[in-house]
C-alpha cells in the first residue's frame, strides 16, 4: 500500500450513510431468516417422510441450496426469473435468493435435530392423548429448535453476509451497495470497505453475543 | 583495504541512489511493458472480438502509448469500480478507461487532459413510450454504479420525485440486460455506447431516445496521483495524438465522424 495514503475523515463522514446502509442489511437478514426457518420447518418435515412425493422437491431444494453459490441464486432470482418475464426488483431478488439458501441450509439443520429426538417423545405425547401434529408441534418442535438454535444463529451470520452479494443486482441501498456507491464516486476505495469491513464485524460478533445470552436465557434446564 | 573498502560502499551506494529515485516512468520503460487498465465492456471504448481479443478505442490508444514509449502494451481488463484498487496495488500501470475527470475522483487519482469527450442518449426498448430525457422521471431506470451520467441520473430522480428510481449495476453488460429483459425501462449512456449496442443487434428492440442534458462528459487518463513524471508524459501524449491527426483517425475507425473537440472555451486545461 505505499502508493497510498489514507484519508479517514472523508469515510467517516460518510458513515451515516453506512449505518443507514446497515439497517438495510440487517432487515434483509432478519426477514430472509423468517421466511428460511418457515420453509425449512416444512422441507425437514417433507424430506423425512416416506412419500416420494414430498421427499423429492425437497431434496431438490435442499441440493440446488446448497451446492450452488449464493451469488448465482441471487442472480438467477433477478436476471434468471427476468428472462422469463418474471421481474424481482434488487431487494426482493436479494432476499429471495438468500431465503432459497438459507431454507436448504436450515433444513439439513432441523432434519439432523429432529433425528436427534427419540420417537418414544411422539409416542408419549400421543399417548397422552395429543394428536400427532400437536405432538410434534408441542414436544419435538421446542426441543428440536433448542438443538438447532446456535446453528440457525450461525446460518443468521451467513445470511448477513450474503446481503453484500446484492451489488450484483443493483441493490444500492444495503452496507455493501452504499459503499459502492460512495467508492464509485471518490475513489476512496480501501477507506470505505475497511469501514464496511469493520461495521460487518461489529454487526455478526453483536447477533452472535445476543444468540448466546438468549440460548443462556431460553434453554438453561 | 579500508580506503577500498569505502570506495567500494560509496560506488555502490552511488549506483543504487539514482534506482531508488526512478519513478513509475522509468519503472516502465525499464520494464518493457505498459499495462494499462481497459474496461471491455463498453464498447466502442472497449470490447472483445469473436475470438476474444480486447479491441476498441482505449484498446488502441493503449498500444499507440506503448509504441510512444518503446514498450510492449498489455490490456487489463478492469471493471468500472476496480479501477483505483488496480492502479493502488500495482496491477496496472495506466487507466486507459473513460474515466470522468470529477474533482472528487482527482483528490485520489491523477488524471491527465481530456483524451475523449462523451455526449449522453436515454436508450430505452421500444415498447416504453419514453421520448425524451424528461419521461424518465415516471420509470424505473439504471445505469453502471458511480459513473458520470449514472451520478447525474440518480440525481435527476431523486429531484424529480415523480415514481421513478433508480438502480446502479455493476457493470455495462448488466445494465443492458436489465433494459433488454424488461427490469429497468431506460438508461443513460454515452452515445457511442448507444450507437454501437443498437447497431449491435445483440438486444433486440432497443433504441434512442434523445440527447441527456448533460454538459459533455471528459474522460482523463488515470495514474497515481504523485506519479507526475507519468502525467506529464501523457499529457504531452494526448497532445500529439491530436496535433498528427490520431486521435480523428481512431475516432473515426471506432465511433466515425468529427471527433468531439477536447478543449473547453475561455479556461486552462
Excluded at chain 2, 38 to 57: E, K, Q, Y
Aim: charged share 15%; with cysteine; glycine share 8%.
Amino acid at each position: 500500500m505505499g502508493n497510498y495514503t489514507f484519508q479517514w475523515r472523508q469515510a467517516l463522514r460518510a458513515l451515516p450513510d453506512m449505518l443507514d446502509g446497515a439497517l438495510v442489511t440487517m432487515q434483509i437478514a432478519i426477514l430472509s431468516m423468517l421466511i428460511g426457518i418457515t420453509i425449512a420447518v416444512f422441507l425437514a418435515v417433507a424430506r423425512n417422510s416416506k412419500s416420494r412425493w414430498l421427499r423429492a422437491p425437497a431434496t431438490a431444494w435442499v441440493e440446488l441450496a446448497r451446492n450452488t453459490p449464493a451469488l448465482f441464486q441471487i442472480y438467477m432470482a433477478h436476471f434468471g426469473l427476468g428472462s422469463f418475464g418474471i421481474y424481482l426488483s434488487p431487494y426482493v431478488a436479494l432476499l429471495a435468493g438468500i431465503a432459497f439458501n438459507n431454507a436448504g441450509y436450515l433444513c439439513e439443520t432441523f432434519r439432523g435435530s429432529l433425528r436427534a429426538i427419540p420417537d418414544t417423545q411422539i409416542r408419549a405425547g400421543r399417548s397422552l392423548g395429543m394428536s400427532a401434529p400437536k405432538a410434534f408441534r408441542l414436544i419435538v418442535m421446542p426441543q428440536m429448535f433448542r438443538i438447532a438454535f446456535l446453528p440457525t444463529m450461525n446460518q443468521m451470520v451467513w445470511a448477513i453476509l450474503m446481503t453484500s452479494l446484492g451489488v450484483t443486482v443493483g441493490m444500492s441501498t444495503d452496507l455493501t451497495g452504499v459503499t459502492q456507491d460512495l467508492n464509485a464516486r471518490s475513489f476512496r476505495t480501501f477507506e470505505f470497505f475497511a469501514l464496511a469491513a469493520v461495521i460487518y464485524y461489529l454487526i455478526t460478533k453483536a447477533v452472535m453475543l445476543a444468540a448466546r445470552l438468549l440460548a443462556w436465557r431460553l434453554f438453561r434446564y | 583495504m579500508k580506503f577500498g573498502y569505502i570506495a567500494g560502499t560509496a560506488l555502490a551506494a552511488a549506483i543504487a541512489a539514482p534506482a531508488a529515485q526512478a519513478d513509475k516512468l522509468d519503472d516502465i520503460v525499464a520494464s518493457g511493458t505498459l499495462r494499462c487498465a481497459v474496461v471491455l465492456d463498453f464498447p466502442p471504448m472497449g470490447s472483445r472480438d469473436a475470438d476474444n481479443n480486447p479491441i476498441g478505442f482505449d484498446v488502441d490508444y493503449c498500444n499507440d502509448l506503448a509504441a510512444a514509449l518503446g514498450v510492449e502494451a498489455e490490456i487489463v481488463e478492469t471493471p468500472f469500480p476496480d479501477r483505483i484498487p488496480a492502479l493502488v496495488s500495482g496491477r496496472v500501470d495506466v487507466g486507459v478507461a473513460s474515466t470522468s475527470d470529477t474533482l472528487e475522483r482527482a483528490k485520489t487519482a491523477g488524471f491527465t487532459v481530456p483524451y475523449f469527450a462523451f455526449t449522453n442518449v436515454v436508450l430505452t426498448r421500444e415498447d416504453t413510450g419514453i421520448d425524451g430525457y424528461d419521461s424518465l422521471a415516471t420509470h424505473t431506470v439504471g445505469s453502471v454504479a458511480g459513473t458520470y451520467e449514472g451520478i447525474a441520473l440518480d440525481d435527476d430522480i431523486t429531484k424529480w420525485d415523480q415514481g421513478g428510481s433508480f438502480r446502479p449495476y455493476q457493470s455495462q453488460a448488466d445494465v443492458f440486460l436489465a433494459l433488454s429483459q424488461g427490469q429497468i425501462d431506460a438508461t443513460v449512456v454515452t452515445s457511442t455506447v448507444a450507437s454501437s449496442i443498437v447497431a449491435g443487434g445483440k438486444y433486440e428492440g432497443l433504441t434512442i431516445a434523445g440527447d441527456a442534458p448533460y454538459l459533455p462528459d471528459y474522460v482523463g487518463l488515470i495514474a497515481l496521483r504523485q506519479e507526475y513524471g507519468l502525467l506529464n508524459y501523457l499529457d504531452l501524449f494526448i497532445n500529439q495524438q491530436v496535433r498528427t491527426g490520431r486521435y480523428q483517425e481512431l475516432y473515426e475507425e471506432w465511433v466515425g465522424g468529427d471527433a468531439p473537440d477536447l478543449t473547453v472555451d475561455k479556461v486552462y486545461r
